[in-house]
């Protein structure tokens, strides 16, 4: 990789009167194929390369990039960099200083266990036609009328570099498989679903999901669900809330609002502003079991990262522990607005991306309920285990959640479906409603959005089940 | 790697027919764009892109890869051609191949404005007119950007298909914020055009100091006037559903509807317009080098077209219409027809209803139903007897696409432009009077 162009542009910045140069060579090569029903619709390559360069002129921030890897376009895009954010620098009211950080010096790699190389392509496109075959003949009197299926393998190269002295090469290669299925009737309609599947690591992982067995029983579930599915109850009910919503609630309503740049306004326009204001440190926001991490350190996760975009040691980050609200997510930036430390929460999705604070592998902690105990003395309620619809408005306060596989609890056993229950309601609602939380922690894959232009940053969330005392559930 | 689209993108095609491809084509795009990003009435960052994309679309015997690199070297770039040479005996024939087309004669469509270019060096003189404008309403502060872009790409094809085209582009949306008021608004055009910048400020402004003092409602069923901000971005999810791939991807609620079939109110046209001049997602040839044009995707409540690649219309028996993307064709620009309604006229005709001025987070429980929900935000103003009420806080409209398309009453005599972060396809957009749409909002 391109490191003498990297340090090239970060002298040559600090020549010009930066007071702060950053530069990160940044290439992601992916390969992808596409079936359709089992049949390959075509395959891509992809390979996003080139440096991505960040001045502070002045107390003002300007980013540049470019993919003409030579000397002359490096020096063209500080210089860009540097006098547009100089005459930028007249507006600024609070000029912007990164706080100091203690920097890496490092290079770390992700090893797969099973390369992507090793593995034949007659495999991976064998199992496009193998999964099809598996699901399209294990219903009956619905029938799967749609499959599409993804699968990508990727590997992201770095180095970063800045004038405060960071150096961290990194490579970490990823498998992604994202499917649709669509299960119709004829006269009961369709029902849907898209799930990814993601981790950093190699092929092994595609073992592991057994997607063969999954895909089966999860086609055979939504076809009875079709068949039988129910409105929920219309009272107030306990709900056994799945460890899939569970993760995504955990993203939304506490990664999200945690992050310090939303809190201060950066986001404003796009993603919005946080309902966490900058005072509320210590603020409670939920009961004893709401406890949620965001922990980049994860091994073979899909957010997987030690050094995060500026050179920072990344670090499991309690964002909510035991209800109260604990620690935001920081860049250095915001590490100095709040006069703390960075805790390493900066990422960038490509060359072309400035590094912004980001979430990485966050989720609710677990506690020491089995399945069963959580159902344990329910007369009636729902246990909802996975969704389609989902948003939260822009202060991250008030969600939905539309369940897809739902069942009706009578008696502490799951008896029959229940069709699109909606769960609607505040952060502060689901996380002071808990009242028991399940031992197993399961993650989920998928893309965050964030920052303009929007960049998708590989996540994982999740969390167990938890059991949200009464609420009413709402028809989707 | 420095290079001359045109002449490289010959080039390539040259290249990948001697390693044994059957046919070719090779689309090189360079851009240029610069953006300042507001955030509390001072610039976050300015960011600037140089970028040189190669595109390769390559079949051999039937079998379809497609190609996006941004290669380090000739070198590089050569060996990603050949993998893929190697690769290619073992994939399987597409159901979705048909030939490349053979166009006559490919006509470029053109929309630059100098004044994009010259700007990007003084984008400071855009900031400054963004945050003087919004300022003169009583606000707290702006959040939003203005971004310029200069494009330049060459298409060449192994069926002698070779052209250029340049393109420039000024998009730019703004946030203001007054108390627990606020209020957003977006413009987009070919050039720069200073008037709409600040009419834009000035709207999202407005908007902002008058949804102080929010109320909350009840949820229910009510008559909705959506703005071209929320109309806008409902009207890019059904216009991506009425690509062709989507429908055979699953993806679509025209999977259940066939070209004809009544889909919405009599009163709503849309149309896909890669030919015009004020949109900034223009073009005169698609990806395949088949000259675009106009044409309608709904008119007058039927759907009248969807939209193909020459393979999604091989497998549909019918032509292509000038929308490809190799894989997956999509709409250039979109233009909804404006009906004959003042704003005022719209708001009377309301007993008791919803304005609502922009929203996001748009998201799917089944696209083949419609089913969706979608957060509405910034300024919402509750309607009673004709009259605009008071501001409300956000809700949520949760109904399905199918039903809300037919529920549309009236349309405003005005359009606006709009793209922005949650309107992706540059669009044209009136007021929009629906009838009926299901609100709901938290109930603990």
């Known amino acids: ?476 | 790697m420095e290079i001359h689209t045109s002449e490289f993108s010959i080039k390539l095609v040259e290249k990948a027919l001697r390693e044994g491809f059957d046919e070719v084509a090779a689309l090189v795009v360079k851009t240029d764009n610069v953006m300042a990003k507001i955030a509390n009435s001072e610039p976050a960052v300015i960011q600037h892109w140089i970028t040189t994309s190669i595109n390769l679309y390559l079949t051999k015997d039937k079998r379809i890869f497609v190609v996006s690199l941004e290669p380090r070297s000739l070198e590089e770039l050569d060996k990603s051609v050949k993998e893929l040479v190697q690769i290619s005996g073992k994939v399987v024939e597409s159901p979705f191949y048909a030939p490349l087309p053979k166009e006559e004669k490919i006509e470029p469509f053109n929309t630059v404005d100098k004044s994009v270019i010259e700007y990007m060096n003084k984008i400071d003189q855009l900031v400054e007119i963004l945050l003087e404008a919004s300022h003169r309403e009583r606000i707290d502060s702006v959040a939003g950007m203005v971004e310029l872009s200069h494009v330049e790409k060459a298409l060449a094809t192994s069926t002698s298909a070779s052209a250029t085209e340049e393109k420039t582009m000024l998009t730019s949306y703004l946030r203001a914020f007054a108390d627990d008021g606020s209020g957003q608004w977006s413009f987009t055009s070919t050039k720069v055009d200073t008037k709409g910048l600040e009419s834009m400020a000035l709207t999202a402004a407005r908007f902002a100091s008058e949804s102080k003092s929010r109320v909350d409602i009840e949820p229910g069923y009510y008559d909705v006037i959506l703005s071209p901000m929320v109309f806008g971005n409902l009207v890019n999810y059904i216009c991506r559903m009425a690509s062709a791939f989507s429908v055979l991807m699953g993806t679509s609620i025209f999977m259940k509807k066939a070209v004809g079939e009544e889909v919405a109110s009599k009163i709503l046209s849309i149309y896909d317009t890669p030919r015009d001049h004020e949109l900034p997602n223009s073009a005169g040839f698609d990806d395949e080098g088949v000259k675009t044009y106009n044409k309608p995707i709904i008119e007058n409540g039927l759907l009248k077209t969807l939209l193909h690649n020459t393979k999604t219309a091989f497998i549909m028996k019918t032509s292509t219409t000038g929308n490809a993307g190799w894989i997956m064709p999509h709409p250039w620009n979109i233009r909804i027809s404006p009906g004959d309604s003042t704003f005022e006229e719209m708001v009377s005709e309301i007993k008791r209803g919803l304005i609502i001025t922009n929203n996001w987070y748009t998201r799917l429980q089944n696209y083949v139903e419609g089913e969706f929900s979608t957060i509405a935000r910034d300024a919402i103003f509750l309607v009673e007897n004709g009259r605009i009420i008071k501001p409300v806080n956000r809700v949520r409209i949760a109904d399905k696409f199918p039903v809300l398309l037919k529920n549309i009453d009236l349309l405003s005599k005005d359009l606006f432009d709009i793209h922005w972060w949650e309107v992706g396809i540059p669009t044209k957009s009136p007021y929009v009077l629906v009838r009926n749409v299901r609100i709901t909002k938290h109930v603990v």
């Open chain 1, 1 to 476: 990789m391109s490191e003498e162009l990297a340090l090239f542009a970060i002298d040559y910045a600090t020549k010009l009167g930066a007071q702060y140069s950053e530069a990160r060579v940044h290439r992601i090569e992916e390969f992808e194929v596409i079936s359709r029903n089992g049949i390959i619709v075509g395959s891509a390559k992809d390979i996003s390369n080139g440096v991505g360069i960040r001045v502070l002129v002045d107390g003002a921030l300007g980013f540049s990039s470019t993919n003409i890897l030579t000397k002359e376009s490096i020096a063209k895009a500080v210089e860009t960099a540097y006098a547009r954010a100089k005459i930028l620098a007249r507006f600024m009211k609070k000029p912007i200083v990164f706080a100091s950080s203690k920097l890496g010096r490092a290079s770390y790699s992700v090893e797969e266990k099973k390369r992507f190389q090793d593995v034949s392509l007659e495999e991976k496109l064998g199992t496009h036609s193998e999964l099809w075959r598996l699901t399209s003949s294990s219903i009956r009197e619905a029938h799967v009328s749609i499959l599409t299926l993804t699968y990508t393998e990727s590997i992201e190269e770095k180095i970063v570099v800045n004038s405060d002295g960071a150096y961290v090469r990194s490579r970490i290669p990823r498998i992604l498989v994202t499917y649709n299925i669509v299960v119709s009737h004829p006269q009961k309609g369709t029902i849907q679903r898209f799930e990814e599947h993601g981790a950093s690591g190699g092929f092994e992982w595609f073992e592991r999901w057994r997607l063969e067995e999954k895909l089966v029983e999860d086609v055979k579930t939504y076809e009875k669900i079709l068949l039988t599915g129910a409105e929920p109850p219309k009272e107030e009910i306990p709900v056994v809330v799945g460890s899939e919503i569970v993760g995504i609630i955990a993203h939304e309503s506490c990664g999200h609002p945690s992050e310090a740049d939303r809190i201060l306004g950066r986001e404003a326009a796009q993603a919005g502003k946080s309902f966490i204001k900058p005072s509320m440190l210590g603020y409670r926001i939920g009961n004893e079991y709401a406890t949620v991490v965001d922990d980049p350190t994860i091994p073979g996760s899909f957010g997987f990262f030690l050094y995060d975009d500026e050179g920072v040691p990344a670090r499991p980050k309690y964002l909510y522990r035991e209800g109260v609200i604990n620690e935001f997510l920081h860049n250095r930036w915001t590490a100095y607005v709040f006069n703390v430390e960075s805790n390493g929460s900066s990422r960038a999705m490509n060359y072309a991306s400035e590094p912004i604070i980001r979430m990485s592998n966050t989720y609710l902690k677990a506690g020491d309920h089995s399945f069963e105990e959580l159902l344990e003395g329910i007369k009636l309620g729902v246990y909802i285990k996975s969704y389609m619809e989902w948003n939260i408005d822009d202060e991250r306060w008030s969600q939905r959640y539309v369940g897809l596989e739902a069942y009706l609890i009578e008696n502490g056993e799951l008896t029959k479906f229940v069709r699109n229950p909606v769960l609607e309601l505040t952060t502060k609602a689901f996380y002071s409603s808990i009242d028991a939380v399940g031992k197993e922690l399961r993650f989920y894959t998928g893309f965050c959005g964030k920052g303009e232009p929007s960049q998708g940053v590989p996540v994982w969330f999740g969390g167990p089940d938890v059991r949200v005392k009464k609420i009413k559930l709402g028809v989707g």
